[in-house]
C-alpha cells in the first residue's frame, strides 16, 4: 500500500500559546490547505492533517484538492450501514484500530468520523455514514470505534454535530427540534461518546439548530459540549460549514477548514477591531489546536498489513450482514447446486457509499468471481444494467439462466447514482428495470434468494415473493467473500437491523415533516424516532429495529428482576439465560427494552437501553446479566433542565428485536428523587404555586389575610398556613379550579383581589428567604 511520507515530526509542541505573535495564532484558526492546518516552523508547530473518514482512510493525493477519486489506497471496510447492525462494540473496536494504523501510517493526525447523526427519514442520502435510529446503539459502537483510534495515538472527529439528518439542503437547512427531543435523540450519541470516549476533535455540522448554524452556535458547541459534557478537545467546522469566523469563534468553533481564501482571518481581526471577539477566546482555541497536536504526535505506528486488514473487512461484513427472511431453510446453499447469478450487481458490486467517504480499496473481492470460485457450476446474467434503462434481452437471458439451474441468488441494489452524500433520495423504491427482472427470474425459478446492496432502508414488499432475503448494505472491498461465507454457512448470521423497514413513506416518523419548507425543517414527531414511532402507533414494519435470523435458534429464559443499591446508586439488575437450541454455533444479540411510566411526559412503549452480544455452540447457555443506573432510564425534563427518572412501574421487554419480545416483567422504580419545583414566579401555573410548599404557604397566608382583614397582614408563612387552614383549603379548592391560569393572569379578571402590589408581594415572599414573613399586601 503506497504511503506518503511521513508529517508527525516528533518535535515537542509549545503548549503555551502565549509565546506566539497575534497574527501566528489567527493563522492558526483556519486551515491552510483542504487538508491541513498552518505550520509555525520557528515556534516549532507542525501541521495536523485531517483525513475522511469514517470506513477507510481518504487521503488525497494533492493538499490543495478536494481529491474526490484521487487518494492514496487505504482498505475499504464495511460501510456503518453495515457495520452497525453488528451491534458488536468489539468489533467495532478492531475497524478503529486498523483505521487508526491506517492513518498512522498516511501521516494522517485526524481521521474525519464516526458518523453519529441518527437516521430520522430512511431517505437521508448519507444514512449509510451513520449507524442507526437509535442513540443507544449508535453511541455505545461510535465510542468503541474513537477509544480505539485513539488508543493508536490518532484523533478522531465524530462528525456531524448536530442535528444534521438529511442531505436536502444540508448547508442552509433550519433543523427546529425541541429540547427534550435534542438531548434524548439527536445530542445522545454524542454526549455518550464525548462522556466514555473523549474524542480530541469533533466537527460541527452545516445546519442550522434553531436559528443558528451549528458552527456559530454558542448554545451546542460552548454551553452543551464543552459545559455539560467536558469535551475538552478541538472543535473543527465541517468543510465550508463557516459564515462568520468571528461568530464561529465566539461560541466555541477552533478551527474552520478547509482554508479560507483569507476570508476567515480577515474576519477574526475585524472581530478583535470591533470587540465581538477578543484574545481570551483566540488564545484557547490556539491552546486547543497545540494540544491536538500533542496528542496525536506519536502515534502507535503499528506495521500495516493490507492482507489482514482486508481479512477484518471479510470478517466484519460477514459478522454485520443481516439475514432478513429465509423461508424454508433455503439457506445456507450447499456448493454442490447449480446456480445460476443474476444481476448486474453481482459482477458490479456497490461496495461503498459514494461522497467525501468514498476510499480507494486496496482491492476488491467481487462476489460473481467467488462465488464462480466456490461453486461446482455457477452461471451469469446481468438482468438488467446499472443506469436504469432497461433491456428486454437481458431479462430474458437471466429467465433462462434462472429456469437451468438449481437455485437463483439474485443480485438486488440501489446504483450510487440513486444514493449519495449531497442529496436525498425521492423515495424508497428500488429501480424499477431490476425489479422487472427479479419478477421474471421468480416466475422461472422460484428458489431465489436476494443480496441486497443500499445504504438506507428500501421498499421492499417484492420480499413477499422471494424466499431468502440477504441484507449486505454496502459491505466493502471484501464484499465477494463475506458474501460467499454467510450465503454458504461458513459464518452464520448474526447482524441484526439498526433502522427500521417501513412499508411506506408515508408510515415514516419523519413524514410531513421533511424537507421542510421556508427554509426549515420541524422535527414534529418529537422523540418519537424509528421503533419509537412504529410501536407508539402499533404500525407493523416491513422488518423491524433489531431485527435479524440466523441458522440456529436461541432460547431465552429465566429473567430475574431486582433493584439493587451500589456506588452509582440505586441499579436495575437483569439476569437472564439464553440456549442456542439449534444445531449449528452462532450469536444471538439479546436487546433490553424498557417503556418507562406514562402520565408526565409522553413516553415510547419502548427504548432501548442496552444490549449484548453472545456467541454459543449449540447446546450451549449463557446467563446475561445487565446493571442499570436509573438514570440509564431518564428522560430529558425541559423545564427543569435535567435528566429524571419518573417513580412508577417500568416494563422491561428482552428480546430478539423489538417486535420478538421473548421474555417481559415490570418493576417499581423509586425514580431520580422528587423534581425541585424550581423557582415559581408569577408565570408560574395556580397548581404549580400549589404543588410547590413554599407556593403554597404564601397563597395560604395571602387568603387567610384575606379571611381575617387587616389584622392578619404579614402573618408568618407557616403560622398562616396552619390558622388559616380551613380558608386556604377553600381557596385552594376554588383556585385548582384554574389551575392552569398563571398567576399574573388572574390579576386581570373582574373582582381579582390580586393587586399589582399584592403579586409583586407573593413574588417577593416565594422567592426571598424564608423570613418567617408572609406576603406583604397593600389589600
Ligand atoms: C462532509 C464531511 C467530510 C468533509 C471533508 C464534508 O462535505 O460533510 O463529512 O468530512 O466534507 O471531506
Known amino acids: 500500500m503506497p504511503m506518503p511520507a511521513s508529517d508527525n515530526p516528533s518535535a515537542s509542541m509549545p503548549r503555551d500559546a502565549g509565546s506566539l505573535t497575534l497574527p501566528h495564532k489567527l493563522s492558526l484558526l483556519s486551515g491552510a490547505s483542504f487538508w491541513r492546518t498552518a505550520a509555525i516552523a520557528p515556534a516549532g508547530i507542525r501541521p495536523l492533517v485531517l483525513s475522511d473518514g469514517p470506513h477507510g482512510i481518504r487521503r488525497p493525493h494533492n493538499e490543495d484538492e478536494p481529491g474526490l477519486g484521487n487518494s492514496i489506497e487505504a482498505t475499504c471496510f464495511p ?58 446503539l449508535a453511541g455505545e459502537l461510535g465510542a468503541a470505534w474513537v477509544r480505539a483510534v485513539q488508543a493508536q495515538g490518532v484523533a478522531a472527529c465524530p462528525k456531524h454535530f448536530a442535528a444534521n439528518n438529511q442531505e436536502a439542503d444540508r448547508m442552509r437547512i433550519d433543523a427546529s427540534v425541541d429540547d427534550r427531543t435534542l ?182 473481492s467481487v462476489p460473481l468471481d467467488v462465488l464462480a470460485e466456490g461453486f461446482t457450476a455457477v452461471s451469469f446474467a446481468a438482468g438488467y444494467r446499472l443506469d436504469g434503462e432497461s433491456e428486454e434481452a437481458l431479462v430474458s437471458e437471466a429467465e433462462t439462466a434462472a429456469a437451468a439451474a438449481d437455485a437463483v441468488l439474485f443480485f438486488l441494489g440501489l446504483p450510487e447514482e440513486k444514493e449519495s452524500e449531497g442529496f436525498d433520495r425521492p423515495d424508497l423504491t428500488l429501480p424499477a428495470d431490476q425489479l422487472q427482472s427479479l419478477a421474471a427470474v421468480l416466475a422461472a425459478n422460484p428458489w431465489t434468494v436476494v443480496v441486497l446492496f443500499n445504504g438506507g432502508a428500501v421498499e421492499t414488499s417484492w420480499a413477499s415473493d422471494v424466499p431468502a432475503v440477504l441484507e449486505a448494505w454496502l459491505p466493502g472491498q471484501a464484499c465477494g467473500e463475506a458474501l460467499a461465507d454467510v450465503l454458504t454457512g461458513a459464518v452464520n448470521p448474526s447482524g441484526k437491523l439498526a433502522e427500521t423497514f417501513p412499508h411506506r413513506i408515508e408510515d415514516t416518523p419523519a413524514f410531513g415533516n421533511y424537507p ?173 404555586w400549589l404543588a410547590n410548599p413554599r407556593g403554597q404557604r404564601v397563597l395560604g397566608a395571602l387568603a387567610a389575610e384575606a379571611a381575617g382583614g387587616a389584622g392578619e397582614t404579614g402573618a408568618a408563612e407557616t403560622g398562616a398556613a396552619e390558622t388559616g387552614a380551613g380558608e386556604a383549603g377553600g381557596l385552594a379548592g376554588a383556585l385548582s379550579l384554574m389551575g392552569s391560569l398563571p398567576l399574573r393572569r388572574l390579576a386581570r379578571f373582574p373582582g381579582s383581589p390580586l393587586t399589582p402590589s399584592i403579586l409583586a408581594g407573593l413574588e417577593q415572599a416565594v422567592r426571598g428567604p424564608e423570613t418567617g414573613q408572609g406576603a406583604s399586601t397593600d389589600a
Not at 473496536?93 to 483505521?99: S, V
Not at 444514512?127 to 442513540?135: C, G, I, K, L, T
Not at 445546519?207 to 448554524?213: A, D, E, S
Not at 435528566?643 to 421473548?662: H, N
Request: proline share 6%; glycine share 10%.
Open 79 to 136: 460501510a456503518e450501514c453495515l457495520t452497525a447492525c453488528s451491534w458488536d462494540p468489539e468489533l467495532l473496536a478492531q475497524l478503529g484500530a486498523a483505521t487508526a494504523r491506517e492513518a498512522a501510517a498516511a501521516g494522517v493526525d485526524v481521521v474525519l468520523g464516526p458518523g453519529l447523526n441518527i437516521k430520522r427519514t430512511p431517505l437521508c442520502g448519507r444514512n449509510f455514514e451513520y449507524f442507526s435510529e437509535d442513540p443507544l
Open 183 to 364: 438531548r434524548e435523540i439527536y445530542l445522545k450519541a454524542f454526549e455518550t461518546v464525548v462522556r466514555s470516549a473523549r474524542p480530541w476533535s469533533l466537527m460541527a455540522a452545516y445546519n442550522k439548530i434553531n436559528g443558528i448554524h451549528a458552527a456559530e452556535n454558542p448554545w451546542l458547541l460552548d454551553t452543551v459540549l464543552r459545559g455539560d459534557w467536558g469535551f475538552d478537545g478541538v472543535v473543527v467546522s465541517d468543510w465550508g460549514a463557516v459564515t462568520d469566523r468571528a461568530a464561529a469563534l465566539d461560541a466555541g468553533l477552533d478551527l474552520e477548514m478547509p482554508a479560507s481564501n483569507g476570508l476567515g482571518l480577515a474576519e477574526l481581526e475585524a472581530g478583535l477591531d470591533a470587540g465581538t471577539i477578543n484574545r481570551d477566546m483566540v488564545d484557547a482555541s490556539v491552546a486547543r489546536l497545540l494540544q491536538l497536536a500533542a496528542r496525536t504526535a506519536s502515534p502507535a505506528r503499528e506495521p500495516v498489513d493490507p492482507e489482514a486488514h482486508h481479512r477484518l473487512a471479510r470478517d466484519a461484513a460477514a459478522r454485520s450482514m443481516v439475514l432478513l427472511k429465509n423461508q424454508g431453510g433455503i439457506l445456507p446453499l450447499s456448493p454442490k447446486l447449480r446456480l445460476a447469478v443474476v444481476g448486474e450487481l453481482a459482477r458490479t458490486p456497490r461496495f461503498q457509499g459514494a461522497g467525501s467517504s468514498q476510499v480507494n480499496p486496496t482491492r476488491i
Open 516 to 688: 421542510g419548507e421556508s427554509g426549515t425543517v420541524r422535527y414534529g414527531e418529537g422523540i418519537f424516532v424509528g421503533y419509537r414511532w412504529y410501536d407508539a402507533r402499533r404500525m407493523e414494519p416491513a422488518f423491524p429495529f433489531g431485527h435479524g435470523l440466523s441458522y440456529t435458534s436461541f432460547g431465552y429464559s429465566g429473567l430475574a428482576l431486582k433493584t439493587a443499591e451500589s456506588d452509582e446508586g440505586q441499579m436495575v439488575s437483569v439476569r437472564l439465560t439464553v440456549r442456542n437450541t439449534g444445531s449449528c454455533a452462532g450469536a444471538e444479540v439479546i436487546q433490553l427494552y424498557v417503556g418507562a411510566p406514562g402520565g408526565t411526559a409522553p413516553a415510547a412503549p419502548r427504548e432501548l437501553r442496552a444490549f449484548r452480544k453472545v456467541y454459543l455452540e449449540p447446546d450451549a447457555t449463557a446467563d446475561v446479566a445487565f446493571d442499570l443506573p436509573l438514570a440509564a432510564l431518564a428522560r430529558f425534563d425541559p423545564a427543569a433542565h435535567r435528566w429524571t427518572a419518573d417513580p412508577g412501574g417500568y416494563r422491561i421487554d428482552v428480546g430478539s428485536s423489538s417486535r420478538d419480545i421473548r421474555l417481559s416483567g415490570s418493576l417499581e422504580l423509586p425514580g431520580t428523587g422528587a423534581e425541585p419545583t424550581g423557582q415559581l414566579s408569577l408565570d408560574s401555573t395556580i397548581a404549580e
